[in-house]
């Protein structure tokens, strides 16, 4: 797809192209989106916190004198825009240590989403979940008010994404089939890394059983029918769990993973185990420099790196990549996935180009591949170009998959 802003930063423009996505369910407005990215100095993380916050401020003022005149729908509405544009204000704060402001923007983002989630029919409420000694924050949407077991879907985010950004690319549009809905943040993820010091974990079905076990007390959820949704990198988090925890009727990875490690090594010379070496060598000089030197002439790196020293919780470029290598579905775990699973996958892949067909291929379970393309505007990673698109396919293939499951097979 043609950036249509910040021609020269694909990293900028991807994330103008994310927020746009959230307009199909009411996480922003074209002319706000456009408008704040006019005003934007390409490449300028000090300009884009400042504009980002100055829209979000002005809309979440706007939502309060709403609510407080009565107007409900209005408010409501106001405040998911600006919960998702102080999203996209503290998106490139992050790295050895953080812009201080960081976490004025996350928590603004957070109340400005629960503020909105109250004034919802039924109500969406926030939850914690019990996890190692602490909880993870969450959402639970449901369909009605009966409190009648429904087909449920765990929803979970990746790198980079949040529990409230999960509104927009998923869980309403899952509420709108009848689904229970239930949405966290894991460790690493923007709730448990700002507020516990949480960073990611490789054995991630550790983080995805506690949920289970915690969706399992819910009267609204049928315990038979659970499915796990995980996207960008909750494409290798999802179904890494899913390989050792068995409970889930169906998985859905949006757009799939098989090894972050293949990001790692792929611009170091010699192969993969000379590679790894000197990933996690005491001393690599030359691989150090040549990692600054990345950061300084690609966008997308620069971003990358920064935000994966602060959810990895190390503090060298290097230690981020070695970081990564933890993070695979070889050695057969991938087979060792057993319920149905979507595997997406994305034309024009920046990120991941090539590991979905890796994940499908290595699955031994029931097994479907679904391409998005650029022509259908969705050929970007996880599809914010056509999200309305993507999200009924992936449905449709979630409604027939569940119908087909026999009670108790989830048990």
Known sequence: MKQLLFPNNPQFWYETLRSMSHIAYGGADFG???????RIVEGDYESWYAEWTATADRVADEAQKALEAG??????????????YYRSAEFFLHGHPCDPRHDHAYD???????????????????????YEGTTLPGYLY???????????????????????????????????????????????????????GLV??????????????????????????????GSSMGGILAPRAAAFEHR????????????????SVRNIPGDRADAERLLRADSAPELDAALERIMTTDATARWAINHGMYVMGVDTPRAFNASYLDYSLADGIAER???PTLVCDAAEDEFFKG????????????????????????GAHCHPGAMRLALARIYDWLDDTLANTPAGLGA
Do not use: K
């Not at 706000?32 to 006019?38: L, M, P, R, S």
């Not at 490789?202 to 038979?224: G, H, K, Y």
């Open 200 to 229: 990611f974990r490789p054995d991630w079905e550790n983080v995805i059983t506690p949920v289970i076990d915690f969706a399992e007390t819910l009267p609204e959820v049928d315990n038979s029918r659970i499915a796990l949704l």
């Open 32 to 38: 706000e989106v456009v408008a704040t990215g006019e």
């Open 248 to 263: 889930l009727a169906a998985l859905i990875a949006v757009d799939g993973v098989y090894d972050l490690g293949q990001i």
């Open 71 to 84: 107007h409900e729908v209005s408010a409501r509405d106001g405040f998911l825009r600006a919960s998702n």
């Open 337 to 339: 996935i057993q319920c």
């Open 355 to 378: 590991q979905p067909e890796q994940l499908y291929e290595h699955l031994t379970c029931p097994r479907t591949l679904m391409v998005f393309t650029a022509e259908e505007g969705a």
């Open 142 to 196: 449901r369909a009605d008010t009966g409190g009648t077991p429904r087909p449920t879907l765990i929803m979970q985010a990746g790198f980079d994404g949040t529990a409230e950004e999960l509104h927009f690319s998923g869980a309403m549009a899952a509420v709108e089939r009848g689904y229970t809905v239930l949405t966290f943040d894991g460790p690493g993820q923007p709730g448990p890394r700002h507020h516990q």
């Open 108 to 130: 603004r983002s957070v109340a400005c989403f629960r503020a909105a989630a109250a004034l919802f029919t039924p109500r969406i409420e926030p939850v914690s979940i019990p």
